[in-house]
């Protein structure tokens, strides 16, 4: 112990509760029974509590008396009899207090456990359920708004099966192939379930093991989804499937599981007599998980738009254009219809790889066609094109979003001329050796271009700081003059160029201009505003 309270301490503190020393278990945690006595009950149930050496991780407790008269399901108590009373990461133990740390963990378990005699937390096993289900995963790629028309797929790779739920068999398998895994040849059949009633482990029975076992846990949750249910395994033995899936969809949540049939000759006679076989096949749980591009980027933006659907064209594909397209991909660019156009006509030397997204498997290689390729590797349904070549030679057609991330000012000013409103557009750069990253959008008529920029700031109005930018140049020779930063003010300018592209898509137009002062030394003198045309910019006038 990395404290000085010895473990005899703590065992001491649990026998005042009335617990005893029983010795320990096979993982080597310290074991004590005695009795739980929730508050304002008269009566106590035996328990054993189970303590972390290193008091690290929460006590286990475990009811060896389950309270009669309580629901064949219920919550926060497993079928071992098992009593989750906190959420593993909710609180953080002090581990220079294990005494008090764990006696309160004791008294929050007499206080879940009167809740739940109460009946105050049944709402709770929908929340729990994955817990206890205990599935395999079964990956669900549907673009669709629900699970319509759907096929499954059982995968494998190393002895191992994969099951998957799709839409477009075609899309799923460039995610499988990606995975290296292999399509067998089993025929399952899909069958959807809908069901008004939320999923809660059966308490002693637990988990279904057969046909059977998961008949009889519907009929206590909703004896309609359990007629579907076995309606719909019937219907795949007769038409002569290896299997079926059947997909139950609760108001929350959607879980599974899977039948594989037995297809030998002698069941086949078995059948013929007219009993019911199929309530003793092996069922194999299922924990549906969504794999479906909307998921993927929605899952950690709730309630805003995702980059889907768009047409967007990344003009350099260098230090900031390689991270930020792996990050507009990550927002859904490229999917649902949508298309990702990168440009670049340069090659990717070793002078690069330190400050790039890609490394050294791609040396020599273009940059453009190599993000491409790296991007495919990462989300293997995307929509993307490369052209490698010179953006003023390139042929981009109709554009959603333009993305200027060269960082060289001439051609970002090429680029707001040839690409003129409606077009919008954004543009990333890095300042001096990464004194700071910068990104203007341009999306209404009154509003600055990136030319506009260049008078503005010859006229001293919206630089970055206060004092002029540090002039540092390193290389020599061969490899030419360059500006010295680490990736880290790459990344960190990407990221506000996605910022500034998200709050785009979800009509946040404002401020325009941002900046992200990163050098310590240096005062921001221009925050984020609303910059409008310059009267000297020949563009806007």
């Known amino acids: ?86 959420a593993k990461g909710s609180v953080v133990l002090d581990i220079y207090d294990p ?28 929340e729990e359920f994955f817990a206890y289900w205990h599935g395999l995963y079964c990956f669900a790629d549907m ?66 093991k057969t046909v059977g076992d998961i008949l009889e846990w519907q009929s206590n949750l909703d004896p309609r989804c359990r007629r579907k249910i076995h309606q719909r395994l019937k219907e795949g033995e007769k038409r002569n499937a290896n299997g079926v899936l059947i997909i139950i969809e609760s108001p929350l949540l959607t879980y599974g599981f899977g039948v594989l049939y037995d297809r030998s000759s002698g069941k086949r006679e078995r059948l013929s007599s007219g009993k019911d076989q199929s309530l003793g096949l092996q069922v194999i749980p299922l924990s549906v998980v969504r794999i479906d591009d909307r998921y993927i980027a929605q899952r950690n933006i709730p309630k805003s738009k995702t980059l889907a659907g768009k047409n967007l064209a990344i003009i350099g594909c260098g230090t900031i254009g390689g991270y930020l397209a792996e990050m507009l991909v990550k927002a859904g660019a490229g999917t649902r219809g949508g298309k990702i156009t990168l440009v670049d006509f340069d090659y990717l030397l070793p002078q690069n790889i330190g400050r790039h997204r890609l490394g050294f498997p791609d040396l020599l ?3 453009a066609k190599a993000m491409s390729r790296e991007l495919k590797r990462l989300a293997p349904d995307i929509e993307i094109r490369a052209l490698p070549v010179d953006v003023r030679n390139a042929q981009l057609g109709k554009v959603d979003l333009l993305i200027d991330a060269t960082g060289e000012e001439p051609l970002g000013h090429w680029l707001s001329e040839h690409y003129p409103l409606p077009t919008p557009m954004v543009s990333v750069w890095i300042e001096g050796p990464g004194t700071a990253v910068r990104a203007l959008l341009r999306n209404n008529p ?5 030319r506009c920029l260049w008078h503005s700031n010859r006229n001293g109005d919206l630089r970055s700081t206060y004092d002029p930018l540090p002039v540092i140049l390193a290389g020599h020779g061969c490899e030419g003059l360059y500006v010295p930063f680490p990736a880290s003010v790459s990344v960190q300018a990407a990221s506000l160029g996605t910022e500034l592209i998200l709050d785009w898509i979800n009509g946040i137009y404002s401020p325009a201009l941002r ?20 009267p000297e910019c020949p563009l806007c006038h």
């Not at 005899?8 to 026998?15: E, G, K, P, S």
């Not at 007499?110 to 709402?123: H, K, M, R, S, T």
């Not at 992200?516 to 310059?534: A, H, S």
């Open 1 to 86: 112990m990395s404290h000085n309270i010895p473990v005899t301490d703590v065992i001491d503190a649990f026998v005042l509760q009335g617990f005893n020393f029983i010795g320990q278990s096979q993982d080597g945690w310290f074991r004590l029974q005695g009795i739980l006595t929730p508050p304002e009950v008269d009566k106590g149930y035996e328990a054993e509590i189970q303590l972390d050496p290193t008091f690290f991780d929460l006590p286990r407790i475990r009811l060896l008396q389950i309270p009669r008269g309580l629901p064949p399901t219920i919550p926060h108590i497993g079928a071992d009899g098992s009593l989750c009373y906190l």
């Open 99 to 126: 005494i008090g740390q764990s006696l309160a963990c004791l008294q929050r378990a007499a206080v879940v456990l009167g809740q739940i005699i109460n009946g105050d937390l049944i709402e709770d096993l929908v």
């Open 143 to 208: 673009q669709g708004e629900n699970l319509g028309r759907q096929s499954c797929i059982v995968a494998q790779a190393n002895g191992n099966s994969l099951w998957f739920i799709t839409d477009d068999e075609a899309r799923t398998s460039k995610k499988l192939n990606s995975l290296s895994y292999v399509i067998t040849e089993q025929t399952v059949l899909t069958y959807r379930v809908k069901t008004s009633a939320q999923p809660r482990p059966l308490i002693g029975q637990w988990p279904p």
């Open 365 to 367: 290689s273009n940059k």
């Open 446 to 450: 009154s509003g600055a271009c990136f």
């Open 515 to 534: 900046t992200r002062l990163l050098d310590v030394k240096q005062q921001l003198f221009m925050p984020d505003c609303d910059p409008l045309k310059d």
